[in-house]
């Protein structure tokens, strides 16, 4: 009877090892942005093609000659808080917003702070 147990505790012990150490965990996939850029400060004047977030994208100009696009908007989940300081580095996804304001504006469809 012992090396019956013997023999089954083994076996066991050989099903639960392979078990165990066959299950190897996923990679996660990281996702890569379009671009990376900073968030420079807040246009609070009030005019047709004023407000917003202004935003400076690395190796991007502006086509209008100014040195900033503006961001009417976040994704949800993003925030500001009104303590932090300016600039803040973010990596993004965006498209110019070519019915707005000459293309001043962009739509920002995914952004992370990095």
């Not at 190897?24 to 005019?47: L, P």
């Not at 500001?80 to 504006?105: Q, R």
Request: aromatic share 12%; proline share 3%; charged share 25%.
């Amino acid at each position: 009877m012992t090396n019956k147990i013997k023999t089954y505790a083994v076996l066991f012990l050989t099903i639960l090892s392979v078990a165990v150490f066959s299950c190897k965990k996923d990679k996660e996939e990281t996702y890569t942005y379009m671009k990376e850029g900073k968030i420079i400060g807040m246009d609070n004047r009030t005019c047709i093609c004023c407000g917003g977030t202004e935003i400076i994208i690395d190796d991007v100009a502006n086509p209008n000659g100014c040195s900033y696009f503006l961001a009417a908007q976040f994704p949800d989940g993003f925030t500001i808080n009104e303590k932090e300081t300016f600039p803040i580095t973010i990596k993004m996804d965006w498209a110019v917003d070519s019915l707005h304001c000459f293309g001043n504006y962009i739509a920002i469809t995914k952004i992370e702070r990095k």
